[in-house]
Structure formats: structure tokens, C-alpha cells
């Protein structure tokens, strides 16, 4: 899609392709009540003075690029980049009743500060809008974490990367860590928790990907990367022809660590310390289902003590 320039509100129109491009919300029907709470935020546009309303009711009826029009907002609002995305897509869907949807994506219903799974209570610790993150306390009791990591003692090798032009993993000095696999309902224990992290998620069950445990001595890390596939490079656009994006991370802590080797978003100034049994969810995308830069992150080294993770991935389809 080519979007139409766009007018200035008092000052130029830009509009550079951004992650937005060529994709508006998309027809697919929305079902899980905590993504239809955090992403609609109906009042957002009326936050916004009468005369930007107007600028963005007037600018999306155009066509224009709604990556560039947010950019725009913040330079010349000024507003939070938060509110003028929801802004743009309180407007749009205002206009668009015929697409008062958009993409069914994982989510955590945060509305109360419990979360009651059909076999366990989960702690939520912390959520942000946007990029979408919520930190989960007691997702794994510390028997479960230890089973976990047994199970993969054996099976530790050192940890690759996916190249960005062949899609072949290679062994890359921005990972140190060891990794090690676990099938999907590979152990009674196993099926057990994917079927927390899929009620926890609100994603079935066989769009996740099979556990990926790392293993991190002191000194070892992952520095910054994105989880999603990027569809413009040959190599990682090659994984996402079976099942799709990487839609959503879980990363389950199953150590607690002396120092160092939290899991950090320098790109919004978060980082999340590891507590054995809790987790981190994020989403890989927008609410549009967009592949999110705001979503780079990082496993920062360990400082003193071993730290082992278990990465579950949710895809778009089936796995
Ligand atoms: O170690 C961490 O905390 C992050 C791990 C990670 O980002 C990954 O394995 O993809």
C-alpha cells in the first residue's frame, strides 16, 4: 500500500515507511476480553486537543501512514507516542466500523492483580501498554523449575543465532549462553505447563514453540535482538513461511541469580531482574500485529551464579 502524503498541522508532513506500513488492522475477530480492554482505549482521541482530533481524523481519512503520522504527533504535539497510538487507532476504527477489529494476538488479562489458572494462581508484578509486557510472579512453583532444568542437564550445547541472510543457525559472539530443547508435551509435567502458559496467554497450545532453556554461567549473555522474524530479510523471512511471527515471548525464570542477568529493553529503559518461578511475557508486535522495535531486548551477563531460562515462543499458527 502507498500511503498519500499528509498535511502538516502547522508544520511539514513526513512520512517515512515505518513498521505500520502497509498494514492497517487487519479483519480477524478479537475474543480475549483483556486484549479488548488494553488495546481499544475508546477516549484516547478525545484526550487530544480539538484541533488534533481533527488533524488525525482528517489525515487517516487521506491515507496516510500511520507510523508517520505518531512521528509526527510526537515532534509537533508534543504527545506521548502511547497516547497518539492509540489515538490513530481510536480514530480509525471510528471511521472503520467494518474493521472494529483487530488482530487476536496472546495477551494477560492483568485486571485483577491475581491471575486464577485452572491449576495455579499466578502474581502480576508489573504491565506496560506498550510495547506489551507483563512480569508474572509463582508461574512455576520451585520443584517445577528444578524438574525443568533436570530435564535438560544432558542436553546443554552451545547457543546459536538464526543469519539474517541464510536462516541457518551459526554459532555468533552476541550469545554465549548454552542452550538445550524440550518437546511440546514431551513429560506429564511438560504438558502441564504449556497448558498454563496457553490459559496464562490466551494461545493454544500447539502455536508454541517447543521450550528453548538457556543456560548462563557468570560472564555470559545475549545482547540486544528482536524475537520477531523480519519478513524483509531472506533468512529469517524463511521461518516465518510455516507457522508465522513470533507473535508473543514467554521467558520463565527457573533460577534465581546471585548478580546480574536480568533480562533488559534498553529501548524503554526497563529491565526485569529473574526470580526463580516468575516469568515475562511480551508481545512481539503492535496491536496491529506489526513487528515491534520497541520489543529489543536483552539477556545482560551474568555477574556471580547461574541463571537458566526457558524460552516458550507463540506463533500465528500452528507450530
Ligand atoms: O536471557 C534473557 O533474559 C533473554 C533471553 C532471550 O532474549 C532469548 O533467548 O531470546
Not at 214 to 241: C, I, M, S, V
Not at 250 to 272: H, K, R, W
Request: with cysteine.
Amino acid at each position: 500500500m502507498n500511503f498519500s502524503s499528509c498535511n502538516a498541522n502547522d508544520s511539514q508532513g513526513h512520512h517515512p515507511g515505518g513498521p505500520f506500513a502497509g498494514v492497517l488492522p487487519m479483519p480477524v475477530s478479537l475474543s480475549h476480553p483483556a486484549q479488548e480492554k488494553s488495546i481499544m482505549q475508546k477516549n484516547a482521541l478525545q484526550r487530544l486537543p480539538a484541533s488534533w482530533q481533527h488533524w488525525v481524523t482528517e489525515n487517516l481519512a487521506k491515507g496516510c501512514d500511520p507510523e508517520g503520522m505518531v512521528a509526527q504527533m510526537e515532534r509537533d504535539g508534543p504527545f506521548d507516542r502511547t497516547l497518539a497510538e492509540f489515538a490513530i487507532a481510536d480514530a480509525h476504527l471510528q471511521s472503520h466500523p467494518e474493521l472494529f477489529v483487530v488482530p487476536k494476538l496472546p495477551e494477560v488479562d492483568v485486571s485483577a492483580n491475581r491471575i486464577v489458572l485452572p491449576d495455579r494462581t499466578v502474581d502480576v508484578l508489573l504491565s506496560v501498554a506498550i510495547p506489551r509486557i507483563v512480569v508474572l510472579g509463582n508461574v512455576l512453583s520451585d520443584d517445577e523449575c528444578d524438574a525443568i532444568a533436570a530435564m535438560s542437564r544432558t542436553r546443554f550445547a552451545r547457543s546459536t543465532t538464526i543469519d539474517n541472510a541464510s536462516g541457518i543457525n551459526r554459532f555468533d559472539d552476541s550469545r554465549t549462553s548454552e542452550s538445550a530443547h524440550i518437546q511440546r508435551g514431551e513429560t506429564e509435567l511438560i504438558a502441564r505447563i504449556d497448558a498454563r502458559l496457553a490459559a496464562l496467554s490466551g494461545w493454544p497450545v500447539d502455536h508454541g514453540e517447543p521450550l528453548q532453556l538457556q543456560k548462563y554461567q557468570a560472564g555470559n549473555e545475549y545482547r540486544p535482538h528482536f524475537d520477531w522474524f523480519d519478513p524483509a530479510l531472506a533468512g529469517t523471512a524463511k521461518h516465518l513461511e510455516k507457522s508465522g511471527q513470533r507473535l508473543a515471548t514467554i521467558i520463565l525464570y527457573l533460577t534465581d541469580v546471585e548478580e546480574g542477568g536480568g533480562t533488559s529493553f534498553p529501548g524503554i529503559g526497563l529491565d526485569v531482574h529473574p526470580q526463580k518461578g516468575g516469568a515475562l511475557f511480551f508481545r512481539n508486535t503492535t496491536p496491529y500485529g506489526v513487528p515491534d522495535r520497541k520489543t529489543q531486548h536483552a539477556g545482560l551477563p551474568v555477574e556471580k551464579g547461574t541463571k537458566i531460562i526457558a524460552n516458550k515462543w507463540l506463533r500465528e499458527k500452528p507450530y
